[in-house]
């Protein structure tokens, strides 16, 4: 199975700041490469697919790059609503998805 | 507006059986693929199970194969999970959620569900 390593577990940011998390897979997933964002007892919400496309409704502030191995999520400008956890998940193939551990962003 | 309500969550004791129901409605349900996602308590995310859109082709997580059971019912717009022989490790919160795919093969988690909780404990 691909395992997917994040970075940082925990972020302590203060609004305004520029936050990146990273998202490491254990072997090429091309671009097959989403990021959620979740906040406590809430269901995730998708923010961007194929590794750097937005979904409709999220913010610009939010962008995603990467391939391969290695990949971003990035906020330009953290905002009070984006306090949450934020995971990454490859689907590269039908039969298996996995998630990273998690990003918990923490105000500082 | 996309609508997925779960139900079907509780207390189980270990070893017991539980069915959860994913109600869909505001799409053709029988267009998409489906999942399970799982959440325990204070961890993080775990893709548990995945139907294709027509019911033909079902995969699942190591932990769960031969203990659940994916299905659909596309004349009743519903999702199921048939979990048996329930440990404490299975007590999460379980969501479904609609898949979006590229070419059939790469899908990702599209829109969630609010989850339901299940609890394995005596």
């Known amino acids: 199975d691909i395992q997917m390593t994040q970075s940082p577990s925990t972020l302590s940011a203060s609004v305004g700041d520029r936050v990146t998390i990273t998202c490491r897979a254990s072997q090429s997933i091309s671009s097959w490469l989403a990021w959620y964002q979740q906040k406590p007892g809430k269901a995730p919400n998708l923010l961007i697919f194929?590794?750097?496309t937005l979904e409709s409704g999220v913010p610009s502030r939010f962008s995603g790059s990467g391939s391969g191995t290695e990949f971003t999520l990035t906020i330009s400008s953290l905002q009070p609503d984006d306090f949450a956890t934020y995971y990454c998940?490859?689907?590269?193939?039908?039969?298996?998805?996995?998630f990273g551990g998690g990003t918990k962003v923490e105000i500082k | 507006e996309v609508q997925l309500l779960e139900s079907g969550g509780g207390l189980i004791q270990p070893g017991g059986s539980l069915r959860l129901s994913c109600a869909a409605s505001?799409?053709?349900?029988?267009?998409?693929?489906m999942s399970w996602v799982r959440q325990a308590p204070g961890k993080g995310l775990e893709w548990v199970s995945r139907?294709?859109?027509?019911?033909?082709?079902?995969y699942y997580t190591d932990s769960v194969k031969g203990r659940f059971t994916i299905s659909r019912d596309n004349s009743k717009n519903t999702l199921y999970l048939q979990m048996n022989s329930l440990r404490a490790e299975d007590t999460a919160v379980y969501y479904c959620?609609?898949?979006?795919?590229?070419?059939?093969?790469?899908?990702?988690?599209?829109?969630w569900g609010q989850g339901t909780l299940v609890t394995v404990s005596s």
């Open positions: 959620a609609q898949d979006r795919c590229w070419g059939g093969s790469n899908c990702y988690n599209n829109n």
């Open positions: 998940q490859q689907y590269n193939g039908v039969s298996r998805l996995t």
């Open positions: 194929k590794a750097s």
């Open positions: 139907v294709i859109s027509s019911g033909g082709s079902t």
């Open positions: 505001g799409f053709t349900f029988s267009d998409f693929a």
